[in-house]
């Protein structure tokens, strides 16, 4: 790479920083649940048009996308880097200045962050446009906390077409490392997702005659424990796999036996195989389970996203550029994660690299994960996100 334009990548990268972080603060006060997004697309497409980088919006609904190109490189490759839009239902205790002015919502999860990183990239990329190789598309997606997944949704829109994207890369926040470091892993990163809810039909009645009842409470409580089981009995060990319940509703009382329980849960595997596989017998063993205790149970699995894949050699060649840019010591292997990513419809698509951004200060107190109502980042993560995405883009 051109050293002199890694240079000046780099120095803009901190010259811009108090810019993105104004757009990141105006963001994160004014959040926005999935594919509700107005407000923010606006904002998105007011800044892009203000720098003089042509754009549409309206994409997927709520989705904006952007093109930086020369005559000279319009017919090469295309590579597109993507952000994300939408905050979350979790009220802020942050008490930060910029904290949200919403009740109730929040950008606890970086999508706030992302995007305006995405801007500054932007700005120096159509600075230095005539230097590019190959042309560049910024893509800013609605709906990546909500299933279907604006990812799908941006896909169905032709996002990857009109130049046809070749290879695509996005960062996350990641309060577990350092402001200053990046993190990598190839290969098979993160894990899919798919929602279950179960409604068990019982029959009410006094707590002292259960044998007059149905008790969906029991019931209830044999498909938690017995699917655990079946999913550790029958899933290869090789293979990471993780099934959570997180609501359980049955509205009795001391006395009352409810006639109805409502459950709810995740399912989470490393591989697609097994995946179409579990999601079968939770089922099938859930629907056996109600009908031994004469129960009915009405059951919806929610297909979510598919595993996230990195490609190998697109992970390598970013991998590299992060150690000639910020030194070895501050590029991270990472190990595999059982949360899930809606990229990861990218990643069925094209090569892509989806690679984190360290954003934890101690000695500032910003140590809480992503979906916490306490979330921040240190801003000295700012220049270090924007100067890795211009990186993948040369």
């Given at each position: 790479?051109?050293?002199?334009?890694?240079?000046?990548?780099?120095?803009?990268?901190?010259?811009?920083?108090?810019?993105?972080?104004?757009?990141?603060?105006?963001?994160?006060?004014?959040?926005?649940?999935?594919?509700?997004?107005?407000?923010?697309?606006?904002?998105?497409?007011?800044?892009?048009?203000?720098?003089?980088?042509?754009?549409?919006?309206?994409?997927?609904?709520?989705?904006?996308?952007?093109?930086?190109?020369?005559?000279e490189n319009k017919n090469n490759p295309c590579i597109a880097l993507r952000a994300d839009l939408d905050a979350l239902p979790i009220q802020e205790q942050t008490n930060k200045p910029y904290s949200s002015i919403k009740p109730g919502l929040m950008h606890a999860c970086g999508h706030d962050v992302h995007t305006s990183i995405l801007l500054g990239v932007a700005e120096i990329l159509n600075e230095i446009k005539h230097l590019l190789q190959n042309p560049i598309k910024l893509i800013f997606q609605p709906g990546e906390e909500k299933t279907p997944g604006g990812a799908s949704l941006m896909i169905e829109a032709g996002v990857l077409e009109n130049p046809v994207v070749t290879e695509m890369y996005a960062l996350h926040v990641f309060p577990e490392l350092a402001a200053g470091r990046v993190g990598f892993r190839s290969g098979r990163y993160m894990a899919s997702c798919d929602e279950i809810y179960i409604t068990i039909n019982g029959k009410g009645g006094h707590g002292a005659i259960p044998n007059e009842c149905i008790d969906p409470i029991i019931t209830g409580a044999n498909i938690v424990t017995q699917l655990q089981q079946l999913i550790s009995r029958n899933c290869d060990p090789k293979i990471p796999s993780v099934l959570s319940f997180g609501h359980f509703e049955a509205l009795g009382a001391t006395n009352v036996i409810p006639s109805k329980a409502i459950i709810k849960g995740t399912f989470r595997t490393m591989d697609e195989q097994w995946r179409e596989k579990a999601l079968v017998q939770i089922k099938s063993q859930a629907e056996k389970i109600a009908s031994a205790n004469g129960a009915s149970l009405d059951i919806d699995i929610s297909r979510g996203y598919p595993c996230l894949d990195n490609d190998i050699a697109l992970t390598e060649k970013l991998y590299l550029k992060a150690k000639g840019a910020l030194g070895s010591d501050n590029v991270i292997d990472l190990p595999i994660r059982l949360t899930s990513e809606d990229f990861s419809f990218y990643s069925q698509k094209i090569p892509v690299c989806f690679f984190r951004l360290g954003v934890r200060d101690e000695s500032k107190g910003i140590v809480h994960g992503v979906h916490n109502s306490k979330f921040d980042i240190s801003y000295d993560a700012i220049p270090v996100g924007i100067q890795m995405m211009c990186l993948a883009a040369i």
């Open positions: 790479m051109n050293p002199e334009l890694i240079s000046h990548i780099k120095t803009r990268s901190k010259e811009l920083s108090q810019k993105v972080i104004q757009y990141r603060e105006h963001i994160h006060q004014n959040p926005e649940l999935s594919f509700q997004e107005q407000n923010t697309m606006e904002y998105v497409y007011d800044v892009l048009n203000k720098l003089n980088i042509s754009c549409l919006k309206g994409i997927a609904n709520t989705g904006v996308v952007a093109m930086i190109q020369t005559d």
